[in-house]
């Protein structure tokens, strides 16, 4: 319970009332309700329903081989779909031992690292608008639309990307991207001063985000909460840095923490991410390797020895894991997504209880759920 | 240290290849110990971080609920693997880790396993009024009253 607040009154007073916040209201960023009981304008507590979403993505797993199911991942997580299309791909190479071309690495750590900043930028946007800041939207927009445009170049799409391969990428990069990541980078750096000053320093911001949404220390445990909401928490864990997929293990950047656990402190470290996300593009844009782009030599048949085999990867929102099950057939005898949309949001009855309703929404919004991941 | 607490609670132990498989441990339990051997994760200051199911009534009549602990810092992972008969229930954790909660309510509402002692075991992510488990072997997708064959 939020120690500002405290519920005076009996629950089963009848000053007391239920209040669905959705499922179609605009701060749960999808289709998600949110049963309150509320005493006036203070909750006493919420009860998250979700479902509405859900697509049955690992029963389509049981259904086709492991190349078929490669636009799944995207589309379990629109925002990330880079990184989920990516991870995916790592975690059968790693199964199937597949080896990946020095180059195919480094343009799938640009591709993440340029969907992060995406992510980051949306979730930016939307937060200040749920908190009733309309320039930043608009801002923040305008910059995600740059990094679209030049992932569009070479992907093709725009969001549900299926741009990685088992073994490597589908289509090798050409310098004008490089060019206009590097061009990005300088620029964007120069922005994140300006969405600094624009919101960080804001009265009115401050005043609805700090020490609203406190995660107690206990609740990183209890919950298994990752990402940037446990960074914020004093925890300095980060899958790219705790396990090394891919080629991070090279790259020089920092881990961004806070330690008030508040959704300010996950706005700060959301921010910082952001600019260790730059840092690692350029190193990458520096130290691009000529060569394959794609294992020249890939199995036809993707049969992963018969076991179980664990993946994860650092999402925008936290650790996603991949559990297969092979059977050593074609086809997945199980594959579990573990989603950390799904651990944090069955974290709010514990986080929103006392709070007041509008601090509901900064708190649904500085979590940074993706409905679609929840629900899968 | 976690393997002294779990040495009696378990039925069998393998070192996994850590590089190759994502784990490091991998244990076999029954299903009665699961409370026990949960106490003893979150003592040692584990985290569960995800509970699911299979189906394997074809392979050898059971399900099987696989339990993932793992700790913040250096990655520690532990699976543990409980098999149980197709009409049996499992013990709940979610009063020892609350995570437990919402991924026993979706091993019920996908698999139609029971969890005795679960503060309120409902559907999750398929609808209250919904009869199946879709996520069994033998599921077949009912037809929908409100579409016509021409739609598919």
Redesign the interface.
Known sequence: MNSRFEVEQDPKSRDTYYLNMGPQHPSTHGVMRIKLHLNGERIISAEPI??YG?R?H??MA?NRDYLQFLPNPSRVDYLGGMIYNIGYCQAVE??M?IEVPERAEYIRILCNELNRISSHLLWLGTFLMDLGAFTPFLYAFDDREKILDILDRITGSRLTYCYARFGGVILDIDDVFLDNVSNFCTYFVERLKEYEKLVIGNVIFRERTIGVGIFAPDL?????ITGPC?RAMG?E?DVRK??PYGIYDRFDFDVPTQTEGDCFARTLVRMEEMRQSIRIIEQAVNDMPDGLFIAARVPRRIRPPE??????VESPRG?F?M?I?SDGSDIP??L?L?TPS??HI??MP?VMAGTMLADAVAILGSIDIVVPEI?? | MIADKLSSLLLDTTEANYD????HV?HTASADTLPQISEAF?SE??????I?C?DRRENDDKFRL?Y?F?Q????Q?H?IHADIAPDATAPSIAKI???A??YEREIFD?YGVTFDGHPDLK?????EDYFGH??L?D?VDPPNPYRSEDDA
């Open positions: 979700i479902g859900h049955a690992e029963k049981e790693r199964a031992d990183a445990q209890k919950y298994a446990l925890h864990n705790d396990e076991g179980d085999y664990y993946f994860c650790s894991g559990y099950a005898f199980r579990k573990r799904f651990s069955s974290a514990a629900d899968r | 190759a498989r994502g784990f991998q979150l200051n584990f985290h569960l971080e995800m699911t299979q696989i993932q793992n913040y810092g250096t990655p992972r699976v880790f609350p995570a909660d919402w996908m559907r999750i992510l398929m609808e879709p996520l072997k599921f």
